[in-house]
């Protein structure tokens, strides 16, 4: 499934169910916008 030009918002994305989701939405081509409260994991999580 392609998701060009769609965007998701992924909260809790620092770690866990949140950055996987957010990795697998990436990789299939949305723009994702990741919040958490975690900011050095969320930094992590965007670089990835």
């Given at each position: 499934?392609?998701?060009?030009?769609?965007?998701?918002?992924?909260?809790?994305?620092?770690?866990?169910?949140?950055?996987?989701?957010?990795?697998?939405l990436?990789?299939?081509?949305a723009?994702?916008?990741l919040?958490?409260?975690?900011?050095e994991?969320?930094?992590?999580?965007?670089?990835?």
């Open positions: 499934m392609r998701l060009d030009g769609k965007t998701a918002v992924i909260t809790g994305a620092a770690s866990g169910i949140g950055r996987a989701t957010a990795e697998t990436a990789q299939a081509g723009h994702v916008l919040g958490d409260i975690a900011e994991r969320g930094e992590q999580s965007a670089a990835a």
